[in-house]
């Protein structure tokens, strides 16, 4: 067993953790406010795309309705969104619940696929267009085909190039949720809302979907395969002896030590193990594998997007709250991602200033779950706060702050 | 055994105590200097892949290598680049001795009872263990030299196929219609992308 010889402060372990979620969230939502602030630019904001999918089943928005109108059909829209997510997650339950972990690993593998090859492959079409950029189709379709499997090889294989898989994981976020943003003004902006409290809903609960779905997994001790970004753990080198590794682990449920036999002069590790009551023990893990110790918290968001004329953005994507994985690093659910693109995107085209405001009570609701998150050691929503949050400072911006900084900036007050 | 195989290529390690003379297994003692520059040593190559303890094992390392290898074959160089990527650490110094835990177990134990005499190190050491010592040896050399042939592999290949695509990317984006004539214009991605209606499926 070896100490640490100089314990790493909290700015050094927390701030890292923190900063290796928020990093990847950030480099999300700039892609997408990219996409929207370039493809976008021309056309107005108010939803004029006739855009047919299962979120605009219910009510088409016109322009010339009336808000009542426009927020009726919301409403309606959202309604019947959040009924097929639901719907679809309890399905996900069942073959969970029967052992279909290999169909649910197949499925998102082909959503990866259709994701990254049809939606990417129609978006890099578009920016295309967009530049005038002269490529043909040869190099084109080479490129599309090595980006897409070897997409769909990082989220079906579990042992890839982390930062590939991460990469890629970032990518597909920001590919859905561009399309998201397509979905017309008053649409987007309930349905962010609705789902934020459906996730609330889903995991706190006793009889949420994603409840019953982690609870399942925790049971069997086992990883709900599903779309989800798990960052680096934060892992401390012991100085002289070169490859001692320490990480930190949590783990839910019974918490039981795992002693394993330590061989080899470098290869001592030790973990700390937590159960769910704050029970500590201390083990020896050899060489840095994760011991298939389980993945305690994991909650699950499913949705489903069809497109009614092409089933080619029909995806299944299984995305998860916040939760801790396996070797101690903050898992989340890739939705969370997407959800928090939306909701900046959808900011972008109204204006940058709604972006700033909106990006910043993102992360202050990132940041305010993962306290939460080390407070409770439990499975947690990421929605609800962070996009209650980003609501509200987008409908402040835009209707208080605005005017404001615009009649200082005009009258050369301020700005 | 032969005298090759009591004879380990002296390159494998950076502990001369470990260099076999034909005699005998050890002729000379270790000082702590050697031991830590080749626990240095050791420790560079200590991870197969670039994600250190998070990533594979030296023992899952080569027949994962292989796949990606050839699944490259079908048309897909980015697998190779992956497979580069990924495998960095092994590339970088594909000599240098890995770290497989018996290997150095024996090497220690062996270094460490060489402040007695050689007889008695021959009379200590068991003839099975220098057998399994040596074999295991030879067979992580020859495993390592694999995983490094793989990897020159993927990366020559990598780069033969960047060279190929680029070239002709650049040829045809730079030349343009005075290089191609009417044809530039059948080919060009914006033009296909509208005469098929690609972009309307959103």
Known sequence: MEENPRPRTILETCGEEIIRIVTPVSICMLSVVILVSILNGGSSSSGDLPISSMATIA??????????????????????????????????????????????????????????????????????????????????????????????????????ALFVTQAYLVVIGVLVAYWFTLLPEWTTWVLLVAMALYDLAAVLLPGGPLRLLVELAMSREEDIPALVYEARPVINDSGPSG??????????????????????????TRTVLASGENERDYVNAEEG??????????????????????????????????????????????????????????????????????????????????????????????????????????????LLLEVFVVQCSMNLLMF | MDDDSRNPPADSYTNPTAAAAPTSILPTTTTTEDT???????????????????????????????????LGFLCLPFLWAVNCFYF????????????????????????????????????????LEILDFLAIHIFEILKRRLLSADLFGSAIGFLLFTAILSSWALTFGIG???????????????????KYGLTGWM
């Open chain 1, 59 to 160: 009510y088409t928005e016109n322009s010339s309705d009336s808000i009542w109108d426009k927020l009726k059909g919301a409403l309606l829209n959202s309604l019947v969104f959040v009924a097929v997510v639901t719907a679809v997650t309890f399905l996900l339950v069942l073959l969970f619940y029967l052992g279909c972990t290999k169909f649910l690993k197949y499925y998102m593998g082909f959503s990866a696929f259709l994701v990254l090859g049809f939606m990417g492959g129609e978006i890099s079409l578009l920016l295309i267009q967009s530049f005038s950029f002269p490529v043909d189709c040869i190099t084109f379709a080479i490129v599309l085909f090595n980006f897409t499997v070897v997409g769909v090889l990082a989220v079906f294989m579990s042992k890839m």
């Open chain 1, 289 to 398: 594998r994760a011991d298939e110790l389980a993945v305690p918290l994991i909650q699950h968001v499913n949705i489903r997007m069809n497109s009614t004329e092409d089933n080619v953005p029909s995806d299944d994507l299984v995305l998860e709250g916040i939760g801790l994985g396996s070797s101690g690093a903050i898992k989340l659910g890739l939705g969370d991602f997407i959800f928090y693109s939306v909701l900046v995107g959808r900011a972008a085209m109204y204006d940058y200033m709604t972006v700033y405001a909106c990006y910043l009570a993102i992360i202050a609701g990132l940041g305010i779950t993962l306290m939460l998150l080390a407070f409770y050691r439990k499975a947690l929503p990421a929605l609800p706060v962070s996009i209650l949050l980003g609501v509200l400072f987008y409908l402040l911006t835009r």
């Open chain 2, 36 to 70: 830590s520059s080749s626990r240095r040593r050791f420790g560079r190559a200590e991870w197969p892949t670039i994600d250190g303890p998070l990533g594979l094992s030296h023992e899952d390392s080569l027949p994962y290598a292989r796949r990606f290898f050839k």
């Open chain 2, 88 to 127: 960095w650490p092994v590339l970088r110094h594909p000599n240098s001795h890995h770290s497989h835990p018996d290997l150095r177990r024996c090497i220690e134990r062996i270094s460490c009872s060489m402040f007695v005499s050689t007889d008695d190190v021959i009379a200590h050491i068991d003839n």
């Open chain 1, 243 to 268: 490859g001692a590794v320490q990480r930190r682990v949590w783990r839910e449920g019974r918490g039981r030590p795992v002693m394993n036999e330590n061989e080899g002069i470098r290869s001592n």
């Open chain 2, 176 to 194: 343009g219609e005075r290089l191609f004539g009417h044809v530039w214009q059948e080919l060009v991605m914006y033009n296909v992308a509208d």
